[in-house]
Structure formats: C-alpha cells, structure tokens
C-alpha cells in the first residue's frame, strides 16, 4: 500500500516481547525494568493473525524484534510459522546474538536465513559496562556459528557512542575482512532519553567513515532496491562489507517503507513520533480482518512526509528503542 507521500509501504518490524536479557544503558532505561503485563503482550496467534492481515495490506517483509526476540519461548515455531504466511517473501531477525549460539540451528530450522546482530564492543569489560552483562564471549560464540551454519547475510550493527566506543570504530571495520559479515554502523538517535545526554554520546556518520580511512579506502556498493537504509561499501579483496545507517546527519525519510507493530499491540508509523494506531483491543475484541486491514491503512496514512530531529528539540518521543522494538 501507498502512503500519502507516495510510498510504498512493505516492510513491518513485529516486536514480539519488550524484555530484554542485556540491560544497555542508553537502550533500556532503569526505570523501564517495570514490565507489561504477560497479559498486555500479543499472543503468538494474535502476531500470526495480524502478520497476515499486514501481508494482505502490501507488507512483504516481516522483521522479528524486541526486547530480545530470543528469549520469548517458542520463538522458533512462531518463525517458522510466520515463515509459511504465503505472499510474505522474506523473514529477518534482529538480536543481541547472547543466545544465537543456542538457537542458530533451530533458527535455521525455522527458516530463518538472515540476522541483524547488534554489537557495541568487541571488549569483554566494556561490553560489560555497556550491556550491564558480561556476554561477549557468547555472542562471539554465536556468530562464528551462526555463520558456519549458513545465514547470509549477517550483519552487526553497531551504534557509535562518543567517549564509549567510538575508539573501536577501526576494530569493527577489520571484521569485515575476516569475515563475510556486513558490519553497519548506526548513528546514535535521540529517542527516550535526555537531549544533552544524546549530544553528548552522539558522533554523525562522517566522523566515523573518516576514522576508517586507515584501513584503505572504501569502495561504494550500488544501491539496491528496497536495500535498506545503509550505505553500503567494502575495502578491496574483502568478503564483508560496512556499512553506515545515518538517521541524523543524513535521513532517509523518502524511502521510509515500515511500520511498527510494538508488543502491546499498537502500529508505530514513525520511529520519531508517538502517534500510535491500538490495534490490540479490536483484535480482542473479535475484529474482522477487514477492520484490521483498516488500523493499518490508518496507521500507514499517518505516516509523515520525515522525521525532524533536529539538534535544538527536546527528545522526540516518550517511548524509548526497548519499547519500540528498534
Ligand atoms: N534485542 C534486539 C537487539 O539487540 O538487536 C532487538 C531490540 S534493540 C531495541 C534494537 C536495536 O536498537 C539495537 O541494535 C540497539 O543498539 C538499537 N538502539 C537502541 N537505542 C538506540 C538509539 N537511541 N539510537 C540508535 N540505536 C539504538
């Protein structure tokens, strides 16, 4: 489906719980550590159901998110079950990769073929005091199998944090020539959080791109249809790429072709914006599949032309990534 500027609209990111088993300090707020309700979150079936509605509005590509999709129980067999919705033509899943060394077969069992794992340190203490967790052995462990295993692509998303990580920037980049992985680098977004603590952590995608330069020099990758937002691009001889997703300095808003469904039930049209469509109630409610059909044209129709982020505003939306799903 069409939105009112004119594009279309085939990519939803369905978040499936809103815990998550890393604690990230600019990510899930302490004062987010109070839960929904087990009762507030979609049932598998009611994902199910409302997956189908969306492909029957135009979506085709389902994005699995969170909190941390891999620990909701029978993840595997909702995948697998989303995976058979006929007219959807591509199931991806986004993770912290710290159970991925568990779950990589049944995943691919699943059907599951690409993954987004996100990787802010490749240092044990730091990624500690990042992630409250000491993990990065696991999700260390969980990619080098994950790729063994097959999928493809695999990519690792990274955010940039200034005076955090933003040391490892080269680190991340030499990834890519080992191994076949795309390496992304993600600008730091004001959502949920105080505007002077996202200035202070926030480093735009030119600096980054130019920190590599030590590497040797990157060369573009064409852009694909329906590609994603990233900038894609790869050193000489190497079998992964980089790539730079830049909200901030360089937004993408025109090509914008996702919706947001949150684990309480409500579509999300904007990352940056509150203005939220409920859809739970409805459902429960015994709603036809041509009322559901019409919460997501509502909800694709208020999609805006762009997001303003801009430095001088307050933070754009109450709810942070955790909740929203990323
Ligand atoms: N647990 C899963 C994961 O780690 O990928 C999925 C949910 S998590 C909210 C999705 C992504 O949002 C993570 O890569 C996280 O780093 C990113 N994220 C959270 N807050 C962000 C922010 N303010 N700016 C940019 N990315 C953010």
């Known amino acids: 489906m069409e939105d009112q500027h004119h594009r279309q609209i085939t990519y939803l990111r369905l978040s499936i719980i809103d815990r998550c088993n890393l604690r990230c300090f600019y990510c899930t707020p302490v004062q987010e550590l109070v839960k929904l309700q087990h009762a507030d979150i979609l049932r ?4 199910l159901r409302l997956a189908q509605v969306a492909v029957a509005v135009g979506i085709r590509k389902i994005r699995v ?3 941390e999709p891999l620990i909701r129980l029978g993840v595997e067999s909702f995948l697998a079950a989303l995976g058979a919705i006929p007219g959807l033509e591509e199931i991806c899943l986004t993770s912290n990769g710290v159970l991925l060394a568990d779950k990589a077969a049944a995943l691919w069992e699943a059907g599951v073929r690409r993954l987004n794992i996100s990787l802010d340190s490749l240092q044990p203490e730091r990624f500690a005091r990042i992630t409250g ?3 990065l052995a696991r999700v260390l462990d969980g990619l080098r199998l994950a790729t063994t295993q097959g999928f493809e692509p695999i990519k690792i998303n990274c955010v940039v944090l200034r005076g955090i990580n933003d040391d490892e920037v080269v680190d991340f980049a030499r990834l890519s020539l080992d191994y076949p992985w795309h390496i992304r680098f993600l600008e730091f977004m004001p959502i949920g959080h ?7 952590y926030y480093l735009p995608t030119a600096e980054i791109q130019a920190r590599l330069t030590t590497l040797g020099s990157l060369q573009r990758l064409p852009t694909v249809a329906n590609g994603g937002p990233a900038v894609r691009y790869r050193f000489a001889g190497a079998p992964g790429e980089i790539g730079f997703i830049s909200p901030v300095s360089r937004h993408f808003c025109e090509a ?3 919706l947001r ?4 039930g409500r579509l999300r049209p904007c990352l940056f914006q509150d203005d939220e469509v409920a859809i739970k109630g409805p459902l429960r409610a015994g709603a036809s599949d041509a009322t559901l059909r019409d919460l997501f044209r509502q909800a694709i129709c208020l999609k805006p032309s762009r997001h303003h982020l801009d430095h001088s505003l307050t933070s754009p939306c109450r709810r942070t990534m955790a909740r929203i799903g990323g």
């Open 194 to 200: 105080p505007r002077r603590r996202w200035q202070e």
């Open 261 to 264: 469904l949150t684990a309480d």
């Open 44 to 47: 598998y079936e009611e994902l």
């Open 256 to 258: 914008c072709n996702r």
């Open 65 to 67: 998110t969170g909190g």
């Open 133 to 135: 967790r000491d993990q």
